[in-house]
Nanobody
Framework: QVQLVESGGGLVQTGGSLRLSCAVS????????MGWFRQAPGKAREFVAT????????YYSNQVEGRFTVSRDSAKRTGYLEMNSLKPEDTAVYYC???????????WGQGTQVTVSS
């Protein structure tokens, strides 16, 4: 069993910053990918970023490259998504997820709302 608990969402103004957390508990893995996704109202789920847990290697979508930073604290089993220079189009429910095999994301957080006002 793996559980992901997200926190850190909220309301910010354009240009503001926010840090999301994703706490992992349950079964451990030698390595895995933690992904971040978002879904705006009436829109499909969109890829945001990933981090390879063991190495910390990040990967970002074009939409957030240069503004968002993904990181993790392995001792706390917690991943972070630092969001800077936020724009209204970043408004969405943000989800973290874990892919333990490289095949698909099997475990998902409950989501946390990020709202960026104009």
């Amino acid at each position: 069993q793996v559980q992901l608990v997200e926190s850190g969402g909220g309301l910010v103004q354009t240009g503001g910053s926010l840090r999301l957390s994703c706490a992992v508990s349950g079964r451990t893995f030698r390595d895995y990918t933690m992904g971040w996704f978002r879904q705006a109202p009436g829109k499909a789920r969109e890829f945001v970023a990933t981090i390879m847990w063991r190495t910390g290697s990040p990967y970002y979508s074009n939409q957030v490259e240069g503004r968002f930073t993904v990181s993790r604290d392995s001792a706390k089993r917690t991943g972070y998504l630092e969001m800077n220079s936020l724009k209204p189009e970043d408004t969405a429910v943000y989800y973290c997820a874990v892919d333990p095999t490289g095949q698909n994301y099997e475990y998902w957080g409950q989501g946390t709302q990020v709202t960026v006002s104009s």
